[in-house]
């Protein structure tokens, strides 16, 4: 596919899903998820309320009819209908009247952002309240009568998500997950969600090496559910990417798992310096995403995220103001191309074992003395590829049945891509076998 396509597709898919009011339940995710299925398909899965998730129980079912604060002549000042961020997430239903100072406590405002509305939850404390801009706020008329009306449900129902596995040779298995439960926020995490369903699309048409398990999860609770419902299939887990925010304008950077070198962080350091880009490294990070609970003492996946613009990096985080002005299609291409890269350097690193561990083996009889290229060596760090003649070399000599390519690569400086291609050459010379 080409980028054009892959473009178009993107951008179709935030404009879709943007207006969609998500939240850790309810029908907007349903909804989200029905319109990612028909990019890829995967299943859904229903939890019901009630189903306890180690510390933490699977909430009553959140969904929204309307909601509004209107003046004395009836007109909306407040209104869920114009933008879903104007209600806090899980509001309890309630309709009545009030002065401004009884309103007022209901009410939150980002001074310091004073277009911007937040984004703000009570998914465990039964209220209700709304979100406005500052300036919003300030126009209110104090001595007014205002008429509210959250039209709300909160009744046992189900936690919603989205899984599939794609089985793979190697015996090795990496989780691939996002969340699906914010609302009108475009970077976070709208992004997150597009990007995954693409890179699934990608990995369903492929002959994998690995096995892959994707997850469209609410976060936290989500996450939590999963892990419970599926410890066995969790504890084989190799490592995991936690995808979110990754349509900003700013610099690509990526989280760090607990580890720090576990092979995850490896494979997204490699992927990063043979792209030439210079990388915001993020530690990690306990107040994070959902690797908070895949990297819990219980579980311990490492997991790294590649983003552009982090959470809690950019100031509109949070608010309405990361929109589809803020979060755009060619910069999520942008990153996804560095994920497809990094699940190709992860599908490339296998090991090999000589099978002419004595001395150098004689190319020229096997047809494997390069033809091309040249008699100079160069700097494989330097060009998009190195010489091949010293890319076998390295390979024959490295080729121990314990060191994978991963290793060869961090030490020679030779792209996995190219190591892996000439690594085939090799096996079907009869020099080589695969080990792992």
């Keep these: 596919m080409t980028d054009t396509n892959i473009l178009h597709d993107v951008d179709a898919l935030l404009r879709q899903l943007f207006p969609i009011c998500r939240s850790i339940t309810g029908n907007g995710v349903r909804q989200s998820l029905d319109i990612l299925r028909a990019t890829a398909p995967f299943d859904v899965v229903e939890v019901p309320s009630g189903t306890p998730s180690f510390d933490w129980t699977v909430p009553d079912e959140w969904n929204v009819r309307d909601a509004y604060v209107a003046d004395s002549h009836g007109r ?67 001595n007014e009568l205002y008429t509210v009306k959250v039209d709300t449900t909160l009744a046992p129902g189900s936690l919603t998500y989205g899984e599939t596995f ?74 995991a990417y936690v995808i979110t925010t990754v349509a900003g304008p700013g610099a690509i950077g990526f989280k760090r798992s607990f580890a720090g070198d576990h092979l995850i962080d490896r494979i997204t350091r490699l992927t990063f310096a043979e792209a030439g880009l210079s990388v915001t490294e993020y530690p990690f990070d306990a107040n994070g995403s959902d690797e908070r609970q895949f990297s819990s003492p219980g579980f311990r996946i490492a997991c790294n995220t590649i983003c552009k613009d982090k959470y809690y990096e950019y100031p509109y985080y949070h608010t309405s103001l990361d929109n589809l002005d803020f979060a755009k299609a060619d910069a999520l291409v942008e990153t996804l191309k560095l994920y497809f890269q990094a699940i190709d350097n992860l599908e490339f690193n296998r090991t090999y074992r000589s099978f002419n561990p004595k001395g150098e083996p004689m190319l020229g009889k096997r047809g494997l003395y390069p033809q091309l290229g040249g008699a100079i060596r160069q700097s494989a760090a330097g060009a998009a590829y190195g010489n091949e003649l010293d890319a076998i070399r390295w390979l024959m000599f490295y080729s121990d049945g314990q060191t994978p390519l991963l290793d060869i690569a961090e030490k020679t400086g030779f792209p996995l891509r190219q190591l892996h291609e000439v690594a085939q050459k090799l096996v079907a010379g009869g020099l080589l076998e695969l080990v792992g």
């Design 76 to 142: 909306r000042l407040i209104d869920f209908q114009q933008n879903n961020l104007h209600l806090v997430s899980y509001s309890e239903p309630y309709e009545g009247t009030l002065t401004f100072d009884e309103l007022h406590p209901r009410l939150y405002t980002l001074p310091d952002l004073p277009d911007a509305i937040p984004y703000r939850t009570s998914y465990y404390n039964r209220t209700w309240g709304f979100c406005l801009s500052q300036n919003q706020f300030d126009a209110l008329d104090r």
């Design 166 to 239: 794609l089985p793979g040779k190697s015996g090795r298995e990496f989780l691939i997950t996002t969340y699906c439960c914010h609302p009108s926020l475009a970077n976070d995490n709208l992004s997150g969600m597009v990007l995954l369903t693409l890179l699934l699309r990608e990995l369903q048409a492929r002959d994998l090496w690995h096995s892959y398990r994707f997850l469209i999860i609410p976060e936290t609770i989500g996450a939590l559910t999963w892990l419970a419902q599926n410890e066995e299939a969790a504890r084989r887990v190799s490592g």
